[in-house]
């Protein structure tokens, strides 16, 4: 290969790996978190200023707001919210030191009001970057939604923020262009092994995919794991409805959570469940212990 075109090729591979950021339409961009850095981000250029798809944390926020340095100038003017956990809010400081609001539905403000500081205290001992913002408590929404749509539209441009209910979490939001066919879904729909059931309602999630499977899409800004195609949402519901579909039937055949899962000590180790391949994106270590969980909550729920 001739050396110019090693080098494009080089090139265009370290542009697509995670900490870069990369236009996937005219002023859209998607940035995959690096290494420790949080979530991934989804940034929209409006006329005036710019959008960006959760706060992360705050190495996140600080290298995305590196990178927006040489790709705009103009100001992030807000920071949509998609949900309450920390790798997607706790940078929120670092945004509205900047200058931007950052904002979430009523849901996701109620959580942090049941669950905050405490999970914030937990998460400082163990990063640096959060210690540095020498904040007692992470710092709530500045705007709250009530409803279900927030949308800010320059007349060019339109982005959509919407609530479905409760999904991954109670105040899920889905940052949707229609023109451009472009949706991030947070942690509702990630493209990796990544899924954190423990504050979701699994039996709503999937029917929330249903819906948003049905908007016009070409790409899928995930919050963890590469920038995808339409098919992520589908894949995501279809892993989610496996989990329950599995659990629902071993549990109508009179079996226990240890003939489905090993646990050893307190650990849940192995499983006996064969996930179709059609999901292997969302399949990993964690499995046992997804099982696990979505035993507990059908369970709970009766
Ligand atoms: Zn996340």
Redesign the pocket.
Known sequence: MKPLALSLLLASVAFAQPGTTKEIAPGVWFRQAGPNEG?NHLVVEMKDYLAVVDASYPQGANALLADLKKLSPKPVRYVLLTHH?G??TYGGAVWTRAGATTVAFAPLANEYKRLEPGRFQGAVKNRQDLAALRLEAPEPPKQVVSGGKFVLTDGRRKIEFRHYGWGHTRGDGYVYLPKEKIIATG?AAVNAPAN?LSDSDLRNWPRILAKVEKLKLEQVAP??GPLGKANVIAGQREFLSTLVREVDAARKAGKTLNDLVKIEGERPVSTTVRMPDSVKTWVGPRLPAQLQETWQQLAAAK
């Open positions: 979530c956990h790798d997607h942690d954190f919050g963890h």
